[in-house]
């Protein structure tokens, strides 16, 4: 049940409807029976894997607050971790690596035949374990208390808005929330409604319009000149952004209208002046994940150089594999880990240069350079995490520059676009970053037109009629949803 169907739409007023009528008593079981159900309506078998992960972690919990020595909580939190990744590891990389050594034995001429699996990979089940994990982690760390409401705790690892794609939450931002005698202002109702809007805006309008054409340049780049092989790589990196963003606003919104809190997953990172800035931007809640449990624990940048350089390319590479149980993914955190060495180790010298030059004086200049040289780099990342194999991606990016024979007329009908639909999408790039600029820079001009009701609805409005009249509604998956 995808987020931009009319189906989840019907389920979600059913939901909201039932959720605020039911007394308080009875609105955790029936929330979690409505999560429950629309994850089942991906797969019924694999929420067998969800109920595991919770009742694992939520007795693991309970151990770990009365174990009273050092050593028995390490042991508790160590099987938690190896029962969540582990099950992780057979669902979803089992075959990667088996075949990884397959091709390996076959080049050393080493009879090693590992038989794939075939596996079936849950939705989501990379979010819903970080999360789970998460839990666990907190509660050794003695940061959080042990929940001994198994419902509550069962709703924190499946509540539906944002079971399947995250956001990633901690528990002492969620749990504390699951009160089920909470009461929703207006305010927050119509804040949540104008944030699902801009997210199903952005997905069913600019994303899947933007899909096709990608998705067939990426089938066979070979055939295709260097400026289309930029323009799809261009539209991609404005599809995922939407796509994931679309995901984590709908999301955001749908919970906030019924009394939840999310935390923010994007922050404008198309307008971020450095690739470590763009990750702060960028689906914070996995980067602080990874910050928090992985980066920190291995010392961080309290360490000599040598060992920081080691530690960022480990959180990367890792990253990159959390995405997917494929060598791009990999190759695609490992270019974002070489950006960050980079950035870190000539951050003197690029200082020293911009002051020599006197690009310190033109300071809105300096700021839109670095924010364009950013995309660039972060877009050209997405090359890896795009293509169907390294090899395809290794072709793209060598082409990319090339000129080609192209004309303009080269585009009509690539992927179902044709005049229109280009300069329809090229207006829905400008009208994306001319509301992110907006979200960003706050204009006072701006917020004095949005306190006005008439322009506040004439938004809405236009932004319902884009959706009706240029949405996609073709069941087009959102991307995250295979991680």
């Known amino acids: 049940m995808l987020f931009n169907t009319f189906q989840f739409l019907v389920f979600f007023v059913v939901v909201l409807t039932v959720f605020f009528a039911l007394p308080a008593r009875w609105r955790h079981p029936f929330l979690l029976a409505a999560s429950y159900y629309f994850y089942m309506c991906w797969s019924t078998g694999y929420i067998l894997v969800i109920w595991a992960i919770t009742l694992v972690d939520f007795a693991v919990g309970l151990l770990i607050e009365k174990s009273e020595t050092l050593l028995s909580r390490r042991l508790l939190l160590g099987g938690s971790i190896v029962c969540n990744f582990g099950l992780l590891f057979v669902l979803k990389y089992a075959d990667f690596f088996g075949a990884?050594?397959?091709?390996?034995?076959?080049?050393?001429?080493?009879p090693v035949h590992i038989p794939a699996l075939h596996l079936l990979l849950p939705v989501g089940i990379s979010f819903h374990t970080f999360q789970a994990v998460s839990y666990t982690i907190e509660v050794y760390r003695r940061r959080v208390p042990a929940e001994r409401d198994l419902m509550k705790y069962a709703l924190y690892v499946a509540i539906f808005p944002q079971m399947v794609a995250g956001p990633i939450e901690r528990p002492y931002n969620l749990l504390p929330q699951l009160d089920p005698g909470k009461r929703v202002s207006f305010e927050r109702f119509r804040s949540g409604l104008q944030t699902?809007?801009?997210?199903?805006?952005?997905?069913?309008?600019?994303?899947?319009?933007?899909?096709?054409?990608?998705?067939?340049?990426?089938?066979?780049?070979?055939?295709?000149p260097g400026p289309i092989l930029a323009i799809a790589t261009f539209l991609f990196s404005i599809q995922i952004y939407c796509d994931f963003s679309g995901y984590s606003d709908i999301a955001i919104g749908i919970a906030r209208m019924m009394g939840y809190d999310l935390m923010i997953n994007f922050r404008t990172p198309y307008f971020a002046r450095s690739i470590a800035e763009f990750w702060q931007r960028w689906h914070i809640s996995l980067s602080t994940w990874f910050r928090d449990y992985l980066y920190i624990p291995l010392g961080g940048n309290r360490v000599a150089a040598a060992r920081w350089y080691v530690n960022i390319v480990i959180v990367f590479l890792i990253s990159g594999l959390w995405h997917g149980a494929n060598?791009?993914?990999v190759l695609w955190g490992a270019v974002h880990g070489f950006y960050l060495i980079v950035g870190a180790a000539t951050s003197g010298l690029r200082g020293r240069l911009n002051l020599a030059l006197g690009v310190v004086n033109?300071?809105?200049?300096?700021?839109?350079?670095?924010?364009?040289?950013?995309f660039l780099l972060a877009t050209a990342a997405w090359v890896f995490f795009r293509a169907n194999s390294a090899r395809d991606a290794v072709y793209i990016l060598r082409h990319i520059a090339g000129a080609g024979q192209f004309h303009l007329t080269d585009l009509?009908?690539?992927?179902?676009?044709?005049?229109?639909?280009?300069?329809?999408?090229?207006?829905?790039v400008v009208v994306l970053f001319s509301v992110e600029w907006m979200i960003v820079a706050r204009p006072p001009l701006i917020l004095r037109l949005w306190s006005e009701r008439v322009f506040r609805w004439s938004a809405y409005y236009a932004c319902i009629f884009g959706i009706v009249c240029f949405g996609v509604f073709s069941q087009v998956q959102f991307i995250y949803f295979q991680f």
């Not at 990884?100 to 080493?110: I, Q």
């Not at 033109?362 to 950013?374: F, I, K, N, S, Y």
């Open 100 to 110: 990884t050594l397959n091709s390996a034995g076959s080049r050393l001429g080493l």
């Open 196 to 224: 699902a809007l801009w997210g199903l805006f952005k997905k069913a309008v600019i994303a899947d319009l933007f899909s096709s054409a990608v998705a067939k340049v990426y089938a066979s780049p070979q055939r295709f």
């Open 327 to 329: 060598w791009t993914f």
């Open 362 to 374: 033109w300071p809105l200049l300096h700021r839109a350079a670095q924010t364009g040289v950013t």
């Open 412 to 428: 009509y009908g690539l992927g179902g676009l044709f005049r229109f639909e280009w300069v329809l999408a090229a207006l829905l």
